[in-house]
């Protein structure tokens, strides 16, 4: 039986980079993956972005309301009918986008047609707040993996802060995609809590 692996970080902890790495290995190993992201993240369009600079199409786009476990039998039809070798492993990035009956959905993959899903998120949004996809990943992943990086004052950061034209904001939407008017900081949760004077939520 294969396994859902939920690997989440807060920004910038490398987790589109990790994904790119793990598609090469498969593929240097003459193995089939698919990409896959939410279309929530309009980052890139269809692209995977890494902050290195890395970037690759994804295969499939999950819609709001899609059924995954029919987008990927289609997908994964279309590369048994154009290369003739099955899907070894399934990547998905901006995981935490996802509803939680398509993190269900993600699972059944895994188990019931034995094909590995590596998915990677973040834990909480801005407020400190669980998205409804990560949290679903936490009650049903068979593994769980942190992907580590560092506040700015050098402790590991937890937390996901906001900031709109360059000021820290603890209101809003729960997603607003990192872009020219909004940007994330990863902070350690002292920091976070300097910066919110003390809130959380």
Do not use: W
Not at 69 to 97: H, K, M, N, P, Y
Not at 112 to 121: C, F, K, M, Q, R
């Amino acid at each position: 039986m294969a396994k859902l692996y939920f690997r989440y970080g807060a920004m910038n902890s490398g987790k589109s980079t990790s994904l790119l790495q793990a598609a090469y290995n498969y593929e240097e190993r003459h193995q089939r993956v698919l990409l896959a992201k939410p279309d929530t993240d309009t980052k890139g369009d269809d692209q995977i972005v890494s902050r290195l600079g890395v970037t690759r199409s994804t295969d499939l786009l999950v819609r709001p309301g899609d059924d995954v476990l029919a987008v990927f039998a289609a997908a994964r039809s279309r590369v048994l009918e154009s290369t003739g070798q099955d899907v070894a492993c399934l990547l998905i990035d901006e995981v935490q986008f996802l509803e939680p009956s398509q993190v269900d959905d993600l699972l059944r993959i895994a188990v019931l047609e034995n094909i590995p899903v590596l998915a990677y998120g973040i834990r909480t949004d801005f407020r400190t707040a669980a998205f409804p996809g990560a949290a679903r990943l936490f009650e049903v992943a068979h593994s769980l993996e942190e992907l580590k990086t560092i506040c700015r004052c050098g402790r590991k950061a937890m937390f996901n802060a906001r900031l709109i034209d360059g000021r820290y904001v603890f209101d809003g939407d729960q997603v607003a995609i990192d872009g020219e008017l909004v940007s994330y900081e990863a902070l350690c949760a002292v920091c976070y809590l300097e910066e919110s004077g003390g809130a959380l939520r």
